[in-house]
């Protein structure tokens, strides 16, 4: 078989399994087996395969075919220009986050100290560090295994990955030191709505990193509250939330202490990140 023969089964695949981005999974699935681009195919479309990869490439068809996100079988997506490794026991970094970490970025200054709670593949700390000068941070997370991919995520893609360290914890728990910055893209999810969610999400990705609990804020109640022994007089706390969470966490900040909160929205002109001081009555 050539490129274009075995693109066109692996799509036709796809779509058969009504995968919504059949051509597309199709082609980035083959130019990670084959390790080529885009423009190489199409300009050698003709050009043979080699039997390990006709091999390689169907059975990757076959996984995605049964939904599993086509980023665990790459093993890799970009956030924030940095190519992330992922596997199935961290969420897959979101487009979503990156306002946040552009909010982020926007108040942390040289020197300073940031504290991701809940860091997953590590993508939120590893980018502000990656952005920002002589800053440290902590990511923390109750998940070993997640912690796993965020140290090597961490030690191939900072400049200076001493900047970053990791830390098994229960929310705050085992977090040490005040932070001038707190951020958090906590599992905010209500529980009855993730049976609604795509099967890549809902069956593939880690459900602790997808439940809120009933309401969805459990997480955001509890951050508001524990952050304080770990957040500076004057720090900022951050989160990612859902679209239609903005009232609730910021009214949830604001009972707190913390001042000035505010909403802003993603590029779809949905609310997606709340952020506010912590203040010094707090
Ligand atoms: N902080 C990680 C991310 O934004 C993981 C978030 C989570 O597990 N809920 O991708």
Redo the contacts with the bound molecule.
Sequence with gaps: MNYKELYEQGKNTLADARIEEAALDARLLLEAVCGTDRNTLLVHADRPVSAEEEKAYLERIARRAERIPLQYITGVQDFMGLEFTVNES?????QD?EILVEEVLGNLHDGMTVC?M???????LISLLQYSNDCEGTGA?LSEK?LAVARSNAGRLLRNPGAAQFVHSDLFESVDGRFDIVV?????IATKEIETLMPEVRDHE?R???DGTEDGLFFYRRIVNDCKRNLKKGGMLFF?IGYDQGEAVKTLMEQAGFLAVEVKKDYGGLDRVVFGTLGFEA
């Design positions: 961290v969420l897959i970094p979101r986050t991701d809940c860091t997953g593949s590590g993508c939120i997370d997640a958090s893209n906590p599992p905010y880690p602790m990193a997808l990612e």
